[in-house]
């Protein structure tokens, strides 16, 4: 049974930092890249980041470039998020979800993930 659990959300000021989880089951871990979206109220879902499982090339959003760094914990089938320098326009909820590889076109990250996991919110207060 494939298990994605995003964890690490809550209430933070802005410039803050937040670190969100993504623990896996169910599946093996080495051979699926991770990616991160959100989704904010009345928007679209947006790709944040994904990190692949062949050699762990990471790809970020424009929004997020240089804040974000995706990271993997291969052994804890753990996927992490840090985020720094958080504004308010990153309030979302996130979600973690697996894919055998990132699909990206331009700078977008796509969401034709196979698994998803529920989210974590994210509210970043001004």
């Known amino acids: 049974d494939v298990q994605l659990q995003a964890s690490g959300g809550g209430l933070v000021q802005a410039g803050g930092s937040l670190r969100l989880s993504c623990a896996a089951s169910g599946f093996t871990f080495d051979d699926y890249a991770i990616g991160w979206f959100r989704q904010a109220p009345g928007k679209e879902r947006e790709g944040v980041s994904c990190i692949s499982s062949s050699d762990g090339t990471t790809y970020y959003g424009d929004s997020v470039k240089g804040r974000f760094t995706i990271s993997r914990d291969n052994a804890k089938n753990t996927v992490y998020l840090r985020m720094n320098n958080l504004k308010p326009e990153d309030t979302a909820v996130y979600y973690c979800?697996?894919?055998?590889?990132?699909?990206?076109?331009?700078?977008?990250?796509?969401?034709?993930?196979?698994?998803w996991g529920k989210g974590t919110l994210v509210t970043v207060s001004s």
């Open positions: 979800a697996a894919d055998s590889g990132c699909t990206v076109i331009g700078s977008a990250i796509l969401g034709v993930m196979d698994y």
